[in-house]
């Protein structure tokens, strides 16, 4: 599995960004995909998963409302769609994924829960 995240930037508060995870390597109908940060000086943290098979989400407390994921099954590529964002949304962000199958969505929330791994890309809000 190869996954290659792109679109980070800098931006103003207030502003939005889109972050896309192209993946590639497998079919990945029984996949989920998420995104996570790390900030520097800070531990990897979920941000956003979607499952590939029914769409189904689950996002941190901390972007409820203001992040959006999704997928595009013909492109085999997921998005973050990023707004009202804040300084604290600073960091690297990772896409990951598992094969998940038929268990819980909630075990990929976790870092320890993904198999695959991205390099980053930069976020940084700022004025």
């Known amino acids: 599995v190869q996954l290659q995240a792109s679109g980070g930037g800098l931006v103003q508060p207030g502003g939005s960004l889109r972050l896309s995870c192209a993946a590639s390597?497998?079919?990945?109908?029984?996949?989920?995909v998420g995104w996570f940060r790390q900030a520097p000086g800070k531990e990897r943290e979920f941000v956003a998963v979607?499952?590939?098979?029914?769409?189904?989400?689950v996002y941190a407390d901390s972007v409820k409302g203001r992040f959006t994921i999704s997928r595009d099954n013909r492109k085999n590529t997921v998005y973050l769609q990023m707004n009202s964002l804040k300084p604290e949304d600073t960091a690297v962000y990772y896409c990951?994924?598992?094969?998940?199958?038929?268990?819980?969505?909630?075990?990929?929330?976790?870092?320890?829960?993904?198999?695959?791994w991205g390099k980053g890309t930069q976020v940084t809000v700022s004025s």
């Open positions: 990951a994924a598992r094969e998940l199958g038929d268990m819980s969505i909630l075990l990929v929330t976790r870092v320890r829960g993904m198999d695959y």
């Open positions: 390597g497998r079919t990945f109908s029984r996949y989920a």
């Open positions: 979607i499952k590939w098979s029914d769409g189904s989400t």
